[in-house]
């Protein structure tokens, strides 16, 4: 199997978690409640994870025509949880798609900007994107049982 081929694995194991994760929380406001010391709840997560995906993935690599409002990623409250899991499908299909279209020669040339403030191959942004959807994802987690059952 190719990086390409683990990639899209990765990429579909862990956006489909991210669903599960928001569809899991009990009551729908919990999603937006601060616990303790968190400083982000868990639907500004899953809105920046999808805001951060469509970017630098369907943006950037498929041409999708996304435009990212960062700051409103961050900003918004509230957002009922049918829209969160429609962005989480939508950023599913693009990533998807995009990943399904790229070659090892693709892969092995630079990512078009310098996102991380210096040049990388886009398979070293694609690794780096992979482990920052991981770890928001365990925040998430975090933020959706300590909510409590």
Not at 113 to 128: C, D, Q, R, S, W
Request: aromatic content about 8%; some cysteine; hydrophobic content about 35%.
């Amino acid at each position: 199997m190719g990086l390409n081929e683990t990639l899209i694995k990765i990429y579909d194991r862990d956006i489909s978690k991210l669903r599960e994760e928001v569809e899991a929380y009990g009551d729908e406001p919990d999603l937006w409640k601060k616990q303790g010391d968190q400083p982000n709840a868990g639907g500004t997560l899953a809105l920046h994870l999808c805001g951060n995906l469509r970017h630098f993935i369907g943006a950037i690599l498929g041409s999708s025509g996304y435009v990212r409002d960062r700051d409103a990623e961050f900003a918004m409250r509230n957002v009922p949880r049918a829209e969160i899991l429609k962005a989480i499908d939508e950023t599913h299909e693009v990533v998807s798609t995009t990943l399904a279209n790229l070659t090892d020669a693709d892969l092995a040339k630079p990512y078009p900007i310098e996102a991380l403030g210096y040049p990388m191959t886009t398979e070293y942004f694609l690794v780096h994107l992979a482990g920052h959807l991981s770890y928001h994802l365990g925040q998430i987690n975090y933020h959706r049982r300590s909510m409590g059952p």
